[in-house]
Structures are given as C-alpha cells and as structure tokens.
C-alpha cells in the first residue's frame, strides 16, 4: 500500500468531533492527529480517512458499512483486528464521525489503563579514548637499553 499523505483540512474536522471528556488527549502521530483515553489510542487520522478501536458488536457494524476495513497499517497482512478504517464519507459526516468517535472512546476506556512509562535513565557520558599512542616493540627496546 503506497503512503497516502494525511490531508492538513482532515486536523481539525477530527478534532471537532472528537466528544468533549477530560480523560481525552490529543497528539500529533504520523502527519496527522490521534486520540488518547487511558494511554490506548482510540482513533486518529490515517490516509484520507480515520481508523477507529472498537468492540465486537460495533466492529461489526463499522465494517458493515460500504468502503470500511480492518486497519492493516503497512498493507502487508499484518491488521490491528480491533481498529476499522472508517469510509473516507464518515470524515465529512460531523455527526456520523462523532458518534464513532463516541463509540472508539467507549470501547478503549474499557481496557486496562497503560501504566506511566518511566523517564530513561540518564547514560553516563561515553569515555573519550586517549590520544596517547601504544608503545611499540622499537620504544619498549630502547627503553629497556636505557
């Protein structure tokens, strides 16, 4: 599947109809933008279309629709079987678009939250090697002789 840039128009018809929680979060991923509850994305933009995480019932319903697929990020087999690629009409169906939304926030709420990840230890900064030059065989003599 050839890389399809995410329209910069398609940020904030998303972002719009993203329903207002305080558990929400929003970022920026891959060109576009994505949503966040509990540290598991429920949706984002991809393409020229959004993806959405849902349960079984209403993944069942989204991929009932004319044009919807499970999301197969790289296009070579490998799908995210509860993620659905929405029609690419959803997107420019703010109400239709939210209800999804809606729908993906529910489903990902239900999960585990993520725990936190903790900051990476700070590395020791590398040895710089020494610039003083090995002795060879012809100093080790000499010095010997001395």
């Given at each position: 599947m050839a890389w399809v840039k995410i329209p910069a128009e398609h940020h904030?018809?998303?972002?719009?109809?993203?329903?207002?929680?305080?558990?929400?979060?929003?970022?920026?991923?891959?060109?576009?933008?994505?949503?966040?509850?509990?540290?598991?994305?429920?949706?984002?933009?991809?393409?020229?279309?959004?993806?959405?995480?849902?349960?079984?019932?209403?993944?069942?319903?989204?991929?009932?629709?004319?044009?919807?697929?499970?999301?197969?990020?790289?296009?070579?087999?490998?799908?995210m079987k509860d993620m659905v690629v929405l029609p690419e009409d959803v997107l420019h169906d703010p109400a239709e678009l939210r209800a999804w939304l809606k729908r993906a926030i529910d489903a990902t709420a239900a999960l585990p939250a993520k725990r936190a990840k903790k900051p990476a230890a700070k590395k020791a900064p590398a040895k710089k090697p020494s610039k003083a030059k090995p002795a060879t065989a012809s100093r080790a003599v000499r010095s010997r002789r001395a």
């Open positions: 904030p018809l998303f972002r719009a109809a993203i329903p207002k929680d305080p558990r929400v979060q929003t970022l920026q991923m891959f060109g576009g933008v994505a949503g966040k509850i509990n540290g598991h994305m429920f949706g984002g933009l991809f393409a020229r279309s959004v993806v959405v995480r849902l349960g079984d019932a209403d993944r069942a319903k989204a991929l009932a629709l004319d044009g919807a697929v499970i999301f197969d990020p790289m296009g070579n087999g490998r799908v």
